[in-house]
């Protein structure tokens, strides 16, 4: 049985398949009009990571774009337990999505559809490989494009428009880094390609206040930070300041806190990661142990799930 | 045989399917980054519309998102005749897609995903629908969320970045209208959500002249306009000079030339489709019998199709 499922597992229309089964409606206006909105939790050691501070947000998230959740917070609990033991892994990587859904009348009227949700685990994701502590992303400013503004689609209701990551991605390739960083409209820093970034700016460290996802990584970290003494905080970041920082990092639920250790081509302070860096990456990974954020997976399927 | 595709026939991974049955993978980024282009072309009294032009535009922005394309445009075309010929329908709306696919090394990277290529056929969709030749659109200018701009989503490359436009469409209803009309941030009108839109500014007919689709329906009737003397062209329309032209419309694929008749509750001219409007909408008819523009379906399955 696990090893159908060892590449991951998918709850579609109520039923739990292999991951590389798993396939949704051409129709569903999730896909042909990215009607949707996502959250991604982590399992690390056996355990999820914040649960239910994900689940509020994704319930949150499909509230402001008026979708109606087909299963409540308790339901996806079972649901994602249940994911998770089947793939029988540690560590997962574990997406919930709720799509506008397929059309009941033929009506294009969205108001007049009915929500799906979907979800699935697979091993865990690393944006950046951590298996050499000393490695780090090679980011790029972007110069081709800029993110979409707040005033076009919400970054904070975690979407799939990802047309203008994309094009940073391949921009950075094109110049011989591995991760871009979006500017908005007024030349400030926003964040990368499925990660918010951090700066170290004289003795405060800053992530941006608008115009980006308001990460769980990146509010752990703003938490760990204080909790260390630092002066952490959100702020107006401009290209200038980031270029000046002594050092900087990205943050992201598929892989932690991860160095940028050069950007556009140009060391980060040493060109290695800085000591807060390495600081908030040890604490980061120690409150996987943490009590108040952790939930151990029912492996046993013994809890009270109503599957 | 033809009872099982009356809802609509696609092509899913080489297989001829319902389109009811249709589904795609959902660990493909044409779902889970919207990292995806398609066309839509008609067919309509037994004819594909402009059906070359369609195909070039779709391979010319496959080819800007840096996809391949699995299938040739004889393929393509020999798989468009097969669904609507499964459908055996005289009117079609036609969905042509190229996606970013599925990781075939777990890699991020987009660079090593094998694109692919979806296709289906249902019946004709209308925006608005035209039983009653004195209908419009209640169209409104939405207050609440501007056009994604260019130097984020290029919209020349037709794309699922719909937030925008259902923020738009959401508004619409919220205000009593039934279509929404975007703005960019330097309060010029753009599109609405699936429609390009003209304006009669005085003696001239305009349509956006960026910001928006280029669209095959919005060529058609530059074309058809120039045709009758009209003076018709892309031009940059102010939300003022939008708000006092004498007609208004929108055009689309999936509909044609459609009157809007009131903008944010006040009638457009006297309420009612306008003259130049009522002969564009008479002249996009018409040219669907031009030999020029039409490719007859092939619907004995006797041409030479590669399937």
Not at 107 to 112: C, E, K, L, Q, W
Not at 128 to 133: A, F, N, S
Not at 153 to 161: A, I
């Given at each position: 049985m696990i090893e159908r499922f060892a590449a991951g597992a998918a709850y579609i229309d109520g039923e739990t398949v292999p991951v590389g089964e798993a396939r949704i409606p051409i129709t569903d206006l999730g896909f042909s009009r990215s009607d949707v909105t996502y959250d991604v939790v982590a399992v690390w050691g056996g355990a999820f990571f914040r649960l239910d501070d994900h689940l509020q947000r994704f319930e949150r998230n499909c509230g402001r774009l008026r979708m109606t959740l087909p299963v409540d917070r308790d339901g996806m609990k079972a649901i994602l337990h249940e994911l998770v033991r089947r793939c029988g892994i540690r560590q997962s990587y574990v997406d919930v999505i709720c799509t506008r859904g397929v059309s009941r009348t033929g009506?294009?009227?969205?108001?007049?559809f009915e929500n799906r949700f979907y979800a699935y685990a697979i091993p865990y994701v690393w944006i950046?490989?951590?298996?050499?502590?000393g490695a780090g992303m090679d980011a790029v400013i972007a110069k081709t494009v800029r993110r979409i503004p707040t005033d076009s689609?919400?970054?904070?209701?975690?979407?799939?428009?990802w047309g203008d990551l994309t094009r940073g991605q391949f921009e950075a390739y094109d110049r011989g880094g591995s991760h871009p960083v979006l500017l908005d409209y007024n030349g400030n820093v926003t964040e990368g390609s499925g990660y918010n970034v951090f700066a170290m700016v004289g003795d405060r460290l800053l992530t941006p206040e608008s115009g980006t996802l308001e990460g769980i990584t990146r509010r752990t970290v703003l938490e760990l930070a204080t909790a260390e003494g630092i002066k952490a905080e959100p702020a107006t970041i401009s290209e200038e300041a980031f270029r000046g920082a002594s050092e900087l990092f990205a943050t992201s639920t598929a892989g932690g806190v991860m160095p940028i250790t050069s950007l556009d081509g140009r060391p980060v302070g040493a060109g290695r990661p800085g000591p807060v860096t390495t600081l908030l990456r040890n604490r980061y990974w120690q409150a996987h142990e943490d009590p108040r954020y952790i939930t151990p997976v029912d492996y046993d399927n013994t809890g009270d799930r109503r599957l």
């Open positions: 009506s294009r009227d969205p108001r007049t950046l490989r951590q298996d050499d502590p689609v919400d970054p904070t209701v975690k979407n799939f428009h």
